[in-house]
């Protein structure tokens, strides 16, 4: 079936802009999770919806950075006033629960955007 | 905070060797993840261990966890090149952070015909 889907791929913009990135999970999972990957570092959570809502939001590193999931599928992040050191690979990963009960519940990773701030 | 440390970081073998790559981590987490990453690509997941003891094997990798002794190893045998990627362990602490990922720093591991 299909896998979690991230669009765009790469994104190029310059400082102070707005950007946003878009995650498509796995159909039918409840949980979704938004993290940074620097060059040479593993990924760092950013934020974690469970539906409709973000359940965890403490990785997020300043206001500038949001996040939404309006109807418990599709999620945006979005970065305001981006600055140079904003430029990673931002991975959204997708499970069915997110529930500790649920047995392994493996987080499935998507693509990444490459976000490139000039 | 939870630490979750690799070692090796990079490690250079050659084809038909044995190897292991160990995971240690700060919390009494019992759900921990082995996830590979090729260049320029996503992670893709490898096992999942559930609790102390556990042992999972696939093909020629073979992971376990001792949640006593907070570790998790992934051991590769008989090496091809194809088992070329950077591979991360991540934990869940469930006590505290709940389903989040901490990862470790990678392991790149390179085989040499």
């Known amino acids: 079936g299909a896998g979690v889907s991230q669009t765009p791929s790469n994104k190029v913009t310059e400082k102070g802009k707005y950007v946003e990135l878009r995650c498509d999970p796995i159909?039918?999972?409840?949980?979704l999770y938004w993290y940074r990957q620097s060059l040479g570092q593993g990924p760092e959570f950013l934020i974690y919806?469970?539906?409709?809502?973000?359940?965890?939001d403490s990785g997020l590193p300043n206001d500038r950075f949001f996040a939404v999931r309006p109807e418990g599928s599709v999620s945006t992040l979005k970065i305001q006033r981006t600055e140079r050191g904003d430029s990673a690979v931002y991975l959204c990963?997708?499970?069915?629960?997110?529930?500790?009960?649920?047995?392994?519940?493996?987080?499935?990773f998507g693509p990444g955007t490459r976000l490139t701030v000039l | 905070e939870l630490k979750v440390e690799q070692n090796p970081l990079f490690l250079s073998m050659q084809e038909g060797k044995n190897y292991t790559i160990y995971c240690n981590y700060s919390?009494?987490?019992?759900?921990l993840y082995w996830y590979r990453q090729d260049p320029g690509k996503s992670l893709e997941s490898l096992f999942v261990?559930?609790?102390?003891?556990a042992v999972k094997q696939e093909g020629r990798l073979m992971a376990s966890l001792d949640t006593k002794a907070r570790l998790s190893t992934l051991h590769i045998t008989a090496a091809v090149h194809d088992l070329s990627a950077t591979y991360f362990c991540a934990v869940a602490d469930w006590e505290t952070s709940g389903s989040r990922l901490t990862f470790g720093e990678g392991t790149q591991l390179t085989v040499n015909p």
């Open positions: 990963a997708s499970s069915l629960t997110g529930f500790r009960l649920a047995g392994e519940d493996t987080q499935y």
């Open positions: 261990l559930l609790s102390n003891g």
């Open positions: 919806f469970q539906g409709t809502g973000a359940a965890d």
């Open positions: 919390t009494t987490s019992d759900r």
């Open positions: 159909s039918g999972h409840t949980a």
